[in-house]
């Protein structure tokens, strides 16, 4: 007994031929790769870009809370009644309790408005501790005998922005 069977022919097609690929799809997979390059090249540009001001902001930021710690140290321990501040410098003399501690020299902290940096100044060694610093302030806040000292330090970033830094500190109630 034998079934009936039908063979399906495409006219003119050979249904098995598999040696390569058509044009068109060679074209297709060319864009379609481009395509996905181009996204790929700026996701990846945008990441380093990113990366890279996050760098430089971070590593002007950290430099900016470095000198205010020294400033915030220093001046805590400063001898009562030594101070001198204006509006961009503080000077004063450091409380040499320790007998480790001979330095009993005036210290001074500036902000050169034409360089941007603040600067430490112990003796004869001038020590650049922030650049790029567009502003800095000193406010004297004492009354009596209390002693008090703001102060705010501005930088600007690689891309023009601001960032401030404000502390403030009493100095130790010490005498010479």
Do not use: C
Request: aromatic share 8%; net charge neutral; no cysteine.
């Amino acid at each position: 007994m034998m079934k009936n069977r039908t063979k399906l022919k495409a006219s003119g097609l050979h249904l098995n031929n598999s040696r390569g690929f058509t044009l068109i799809e060679m074209i297709s997979a060319i864009v379609l790769l481009g395509v996905i390059g181009i996204f790929s090249t700026q996701f990846i540009t945008s990441i380093t870009q990113s990366a890279q001001l996050t760098t430089a902001q971070k590593g002007l930021v950290d430099d900016a809370k470095l000198a205010m710690e020294w400033l915030i140290r220093e001046t805590r321990v400063a001898v009562k009644g030594s101070t001198m501040t204006t509006a961009t410098s503080i000077t004063f003399n450091k409380f040499n309790g320790y007998d480790v501690d001979t330095n009993a020299t005036s210290i001074q902290y500036n902000w050169n408005n034409g360089n941007q940096t603040l600067t430490r100044t112990s003796g004869t060694t001038t020590t650049i501790l922030a650049t790029q610093v567009t502003n800095f302030n000193v406010n004297n806040l004492s009354s009596g005998d209390e002693e008090l000292y703001e102060f705010t330090m501005t930088l600007t970033g690689p891309n023009g922005e601001n960032f401030t830094l404000e502390s403030g500190v009493r100095p130790r109630s010490t005498t010479v």
